[in-house]
Nanobody, 125 residues
Framework: QVQLVESGGGSVQTGGSLRLSCVVSGNTQNINSMAWFRQAPGKEREGVATSTYPGGGRTRIADSVKDRFTISRDNAEEPMILQMTNLVPEDTGMYYC?????????????????WGQGTQVTVSS
């Protein structure tokens, strides 16, 4: 079993930045992909960034957050990071970290079998 714990959410004003962290523990040997998703009230869960695991050599950023969000992981001992800059109110939502045994990261939530509890991000105008 895999445990994912997110942190780093908070409230910021438009133009601000946040750094989300996802700590992975448990049976991580079978994880090959990770991703960050977000979900605003009344909306579907949306993928914003994906990465291969444990090495983050192959990453993807959703068009909706391109040039503002980055996903990274310095080494196998470090958490998965989602760096968010120039935030806007449309970025408000619960942000989730997810893990998959598949080796081709996608933005489809169904691809991921393990999820964290989420961390709230609120951006005010």
């Amino acid at each position: 079993q895999v445990q994912l714990v997110e942190s780093g959410g908070g409230s910021v004003q438009t133009g601000g930045s946040l750094r989300l962290s996802c700590v992975v523990s448990g049976n991580t040997q079978n994880i090959n992909s990770m991703a960050w998703f977000r979900q605003a009230p009344g909306k579907e869960r949306e993928g914003v960034a994906t990465s291969t695991y444990p090495g983050g050599g192959r990453t993807r950023i959703a068009d909706s957050v391109k040039d503002r969000f980055t996903i990274s992981r310095d080494n196998a001992e470090e958490p998965m990071i989602l760096q968010m800059t120039n935030l806007v109110p449309e970025d408000t939502g619960m942000y989730y970290c997810a893990a998959s045994r598949g080796g081709f990261p996608t933005f489809s939530p169904d691809y991921y079998s393990d999820w964290g509890q989420g961390t709230q991000v609120t951006v005010s105008s």
